[in-house]
């Protein structure tokens, strides 16, 4: 038996409209853009370093994938902590984080 997670972009993400030029990324990896520093979550705590680096995997992921008509993803557990070097707790702690602000919908999962 496995887990397996599905992750997507919601559009409830509140995204607050500015004057400001619209920003566009050519993700080459994992990265955080600086602009992400600002992000916060539910009770408006700010993100914490692994919820940001977790979510830009994610965007990264959907990226590859923006091609080939995917539009979410089937990935476990174990790829987010060989990726990000963290245990399993802490993976499933960021992606609560990131589900509860909006970020993200998680639906967990078991394949026989």
């Given amino acids: 038996m496995c887990p397996v997670v599905f992750d997507f972009l919601t559009n409830s993400c509140n995204i607050i409209s500015n004057n400001n030029d619209t ?8 990265i955080i853009p600086p602009e992400w520093r600002k992000l916060t979550g539910d009770n408006g705590k700010a993100l914490s370093k692994t919820s940001k680096q977790l979510l830009s995997f994610i965007v990264f992921r959907l990226y590859i994938y923006y091609n080939k008509d995917i539009d979410e993803l089937q990935e476990s557990y174990q790829l987010y902590e060989d ?12 992606l609560v984080k990131l589900r509860d602000a909006g970020f993200i919908e998680v639906e967990n999962r078991t394949i026989i």
Avoid: A, E, S
């Fill in 23 to 30: 920003i566009f990324y050519n993700f080459i990896g994992n």
């Fill in 83 to 94: 990726k990000l070097n963290v245990g399993q707790r802490r993976v499933r702690q960021c």
